[in-house]
Nanobody, 120 residues
Framework: QVQLVESGGGSVQPGGSLRLSCVVS????????MAWYRQDPGKERELVAS???????NTVGSVNGRFTISRDVAKNTMYLQMNSLKPEDTAGYYC??????????????WGQGTQVTVSS
C-alpha cells in the first residue's frame, strides 16, 4: 500500500516560516505529479503548488514568491517551504501524489493533512 506521511505544520506568527514534508512509501514505479493543496473549513480544497515528474514547478496565486515546492527523489519526499506567512495562509495542508505502479496502473493518493496556523 502507498502511504503519505506529512509533517511540519504548526503555529507561527505573521512573517514567519514553516517547512512541510510529505514522505511517500510503497511499491511505486514513478511519480507523475506531486502537489500541495490547502483547505479551510467550509471552503473548497485549493491547489497551492505542484511539481511534475520532470521537475517543473508551479505555485499558484497569492503564494507566488513566498512558497517553494521541492522534492528529494532519493527519499521519496516532497517539501513545501513557506516564507512570509500571512494569517490568510491558515489552513489544513494536504499532500497529493499521482503515481505509476510497476504494472502500469496509475493512481492518486492524499495525505492526512497537517494544520498551519498563522496568527499573532
Amino acid at each position: 500500500q502507498v502511504q503519505l506521511v506529512e509533517s511540519g505544520g504548526g503555529s507561527v506568527q505573521p512573517g514567519g516560516s514553516l517547512r512541510l514534508s510529505c514522505v511517500v512509501s510503497g511499491p511505486i514505479w514513478s511519480f507523475n505529479t506531486m502537489a500541495w493543496y490547502r483547505q479551510d473549513p467550509g471552503k473548497e480544497r485549493e491547489l497551492v503548488a505542484s511539481i511534475t515528474g520532470g521537475g517543473i514547478r508551479n505555485t499558484v496565486g497569492s503564494v507566488n514568491g513566498r512558497f517553494t515546492i521541492s522534492r528529494d527523489v532519493a527519499k521519496n519526499t516532497m517539501y513545501l517551504q513557506m516564507n512570509s506567512l500571512k494569517p490568510e495562509d491558515t489552513a489544513g495542508y494536504y499532500c497529493n501524489v499521482d503515481v505509476s505502479f510497476f504494472n502500469g496502473q496509475r493512481q492518486i493518493f492524499w495525505g492526512q493533512g497537517t494544520q498551519v496556523t498563522v496568527s499573532s
